[in-house]
């Protein structure tokens, strides 16, 4: 495939000649908004994506007249969105539509109960007392807990660089005392009884490729972020957030460059971080390099291993990565008005079933799943008359050895079976048009996800903040990394947040 390049206009090049260069591999969330962040700050930014279109993970299809988001749709914390087009001087609502989503999810339990989360507190309370009444009181104690940790593992270090030990030391204590040695489960069975609602308020770290039952009970802040910011999603899809950012970045003069996948990230005589290399043999010579890449391939296949004293192969090979994702975009001849946007649905298993993803790594019979249909809030990108989704099922990564080429359309089926109860989608399979699988070996191969881990590192507590590859690279000066590989993790406000990192660590420009 042709390299594609999308410059800026030639009136405003000669401006920007003169400025320090900066390279960013990977145009994920956290790509192009360290992109941004770099063009603003003085530095003349190249923006290498290795697909024919931008995104990463954030990608989009389109199959059979259906627009279909391949990752992330669940939008929280809007505001650091707004951050990025304020630092150009534009406003969000002039480039992308975002609008909020209520409930925030319907989460459909295999008995046929189903729980409206919403962001409300008497709407969730009136919930959780058709479960069990006498949880109302836990739940409020809860809330109060999830905002304690909110506040400082969101709100005080989200954007804090982790870059030395000291840096961990430093917030040891309120770790300590916010009990963060805890699973986000065993936090949440201190406060609520009743089996359901402890799976409905700690499903949230399998949003960012933790099992519950492992996971930090740092990630039960997510419950308040929610709460706090609510849940929204763009018109046109998530793609569509995608493509106003980079016409931002483009209208600030950078530059945007297709199919051009990183080859290696060149080292200077003294060790530093010089440019990159493109497989197609050109080079981008950069005195900043930021990688948005899977940051154990990132180490593993462009930065040579005599470079590499801390993050080398074994120590990259001995982590945990996340799960890995099945999932099905499918289009639909008819709609089912009577979906949420968002829907958790779970199955009668559910520590089993993890235990089975996370630990046992076998693809199981059963499957709890989340049912996307954007279609309920934005009709525009179904034909008229039709209906759009996608669902995802946790699997295994690739450790689990799984010949999903064999497997993978048994497993589409039985799936799809799945949905057709009268609370979710009634004959579904015959009014199907069009679908699309993918699994964690497209990861693999499409992504460069290694071991085709959908989120990149588990994030268990011994591998969160300064124990995970740093936004300041330990290894190469002047290799920075954003996204969902690096400090603070996975999901949307996690990797935009990496980006802010970049303001704190990378050098100023002379005169900007």
Known sequence: MEATTLVPAAAGRSALADRPTAVVIGSGFGGIAAAIRLQARGYQVSLLEMRDQPGGRASVYRQGGFT??????????????????????????DYVKIVPVTPFYRIVFHDGRAF????????????????????????????????????????????????????????????????????????????????QLRQVFSFHPLLIGGNPFDSSSIYSMIHYLERKWGVHFAMGGTGAIVDGLLRL???????????????????????????????????FPAGVVVSNGDAANTYRKLVAPEHRRKWTDRKLERMRYSMGLFVVYFGTDR??????????????????????????????????????????????LAPPGGECFYVLSPVPNLLGEIDW????????????????????CPDLRQHIVTRRIMTPQDFETDLDAFRGSAFQFEPILTQSAWFRPHNVSEDVPGLYFVGAGTHPGAGMPGVLSSAKVLDRVIPAVAGG
Do not use: C
Not at 252 to 271: D, K, P
Not at 356 to 372: G, P, R, T
């Open 249 to 283: 970045f483009a209208e600030m003069g950078g530059e945007l460059h297709l199919n051009a996948r990183a080859e290696e990230i060149t080292v200077g005589a003294r060790g530093e971080a010089t440019g990159v290399r493109t497989a197609d043999g050109r080079t």
């Open 405 to 424: 080429n064999a497997v993978k359309d048994r497993y589409a089926d039985a799936i799809l079976e799945s949905l057709e109860i009268p609370a979710l």
């Open 335 to 380: 709609t089912y008005p009577n979906l949420a946007h968002h829907t958790i649905v779970l199955g009668e298993r559910y520590k089993e079933l993890l235990h089975d993803i996370f630990k046992n790594k076998v693809l199981a019979d059963d499957f709890s799943l989340y049912l996307h249909a954007p279609t309920r809030t934005d009709p525009t």
């Open 116 to 195: 409206e989360y919403t962001g409300n507190e008497a709407e969730i309370i009136a919930q959780i007392e058709k479960f069990e009444p006498d949880d109302v009181p836990g739940y409020r104690r809860f809330v109060a807990r999830s905002q304690a940790i909110f506040d400082k593992a969101f709100t005080e270090l989200a954007d804090q660089p982790f870059s030395t030990v000291w840096d961990m030391v430093r917030v040891a204590p309120d770790l300590v005392r916010l009990r963060s040695h805890e699973s986000v489960y065993k936090l949440i069975s201190r406060y609520i009884k009743n089996e």
């Open 68 to 93: 279909f988001d391949a990752g992330p749709t669940i939008v929280t914390a809007p505001f650091l969105v707004d951050e990025l087009f304020a630092l150009g001087g534009r406003k969000t609502a």
